[in-house]
């Protein structure tokens, strides 16, 4: 493929050869290889539509779910098992549990109202998740993560995914040894971040080690962590061989970064300020207005971080308790024109 590249003003944009071709997962086609991470309280049905409006993206991933909740959740009135009909043929449900049959419950049920496919969480670190025995504690009994695995892939036909990190050891050598035995149990594609646990986000992740379970596997292997411009996309996916990539905290900093990489979008300041607007729209269509001004504030320390003086920014349109006051606030920012800088500060916010 040609290489892609544009200027989109803020900094010299390239699409790495590759990432914006189609690749097959399990018996499924999917457009192109650049995908929304999993994100709990992000990666909303509202979110996902805003991002789906710019397009540009192979799949949309929603945030954990718990497996034991799933098979009774309403959709009309969970806050996260939630989605649209249009978004269902690329969206993929995460789900997070302890144990094989309550994993293949919810899979089942996934199946059922017709997601593209269920990703398994044996990656989340955070600790109320894994006092429940879940995600990343899940790691340390590689057994049952196989288990779990080999439960729900014979429990449905969609791809089944399985999201994961390096362990809890600074050693990648039982990942690899998993993602060996995640393909030979299944597994249609893998989704890797390369950190150990207790790091959570506060040290760069090791890009190194996402060609290692790339070339343990020939499953396809997206690589997670830290992608915050081209240039970190061009180098990674060189570096590492790696499928594709999914896109966490940039995208929501910036929802139109897969039109962007993909499709040459090219964001103006209007872009910014529209992105803002829609986001309190897409809140109060989906939520209530209550549950929509907490999400809405936990949207903000991202997208302020485009922003030169993103602190204050982000100070000021937190001062809110309705939809109002964030769309007065929103207008009173860019009545300023603030100044956009070319790659985010996202590690502030882990
Ligand atoms: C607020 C927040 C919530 C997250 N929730 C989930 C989750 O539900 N499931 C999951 O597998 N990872 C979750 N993650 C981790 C991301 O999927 C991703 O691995 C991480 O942010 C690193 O990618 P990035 O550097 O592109 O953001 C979450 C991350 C953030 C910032």
Redesign the pocket.
């Known amino acids: 493929m040609k290489e892609k590249q544009q200027n989109n003003g803020a900094g010299y944009e390239t699409c790495p050869p590759g990432i914006a071709q189609g690749i097959t997962i399990g018996k499924k086609a999917v457009s192109n290889r650049l995908f929304l ?7 909303h049905v509202a979110f996902r539509e805003l991002v789906a409006e710019f397009g540009g993206y192979g799949l949309l ?4 779910c718990s497996a034991k909740a799933l098979p009774h959740e309403n959709p009309a009135t969970s806050p996260v098992f939630k989605w649209r009909k249009q978004e269902l043929a690329t969206l993929v449900c ?1 789900i ?1 549990g302890p144990d094989p049959q309550s994993m293949a419950a919810a899979a089942q049920r996934i199946e059922a109202e017709g997601f593209f496919g269920v ?1 398994l ?1 044996f ?2 670190s ?1 600790a109320a998740i894994c006092k429940r025995g879940c ?1 990343a504690e899940i790691l340390k009994t590689p057994d049952l993560a196989v288990e779990i695995l080999a439960r729900v892939r014979a429990s449905v036909s969609i791809p089944v995914f399985v ?1 994961f ?1 390096t362990g809890w050891i600074n050693d990648p050598r039982p990942a690899i040894d998993l993602a060996k035995r995640f393909e030979d149990n299944g597994a249609d594609a893998l ?1 890797f ?1 390369p ?1 150990v646990a207790p790091d959570r ?1 506060s040290r760069p ?1 090791r890009w190194e080690q996402i060609s290692l379970i790339k070339e343990a596997v020939t499953i396809p292997v997206f690589g ?5 411009d081209a240039n970190d996309l061009s180098t990674v996916v060189k570096q590492t061989g790696c499928d594709g990539i ?7 900093s910036r929802p139109w970064i897969f039109a962007q990489w993909t499709k040459g979008f090219t964001p103006t300041i209007g872009t910014y300020h529209h992105t803002a607007i829609r986001m309190t729209e897409l809140l109060a269509k989906h939520h209530g207005e209550r549950f929509a001004v907490k999400l809405y504030k ?1 949207f903000i320390p ?1 997208f302020s971080a485009s922003f030169r003086f993103g602190h204050s920014i982000c100070k000021e349109l937190l001062k809110a308790d309705t939809m109002d006051e964030l769309r007065d606030n929103i207008n009173g920012v860019f009545e300023r024109d603030p100044e956009i800088i070319a790659r985010p500060n ?1 590690n502030l ?2």
């Open positions: 991470a999993p994100m709990a309280g992000l990666g991933f929603t945030g954990m995460q997070f990703d969480n990656g989340c955070v995600g999201k990190r989704v971040h950190r986000r992740p997670n962590g830290n992608v915050f999914a896109i966490g905290r940039m995208a929501v936990k991202y996202l916010f882990l």
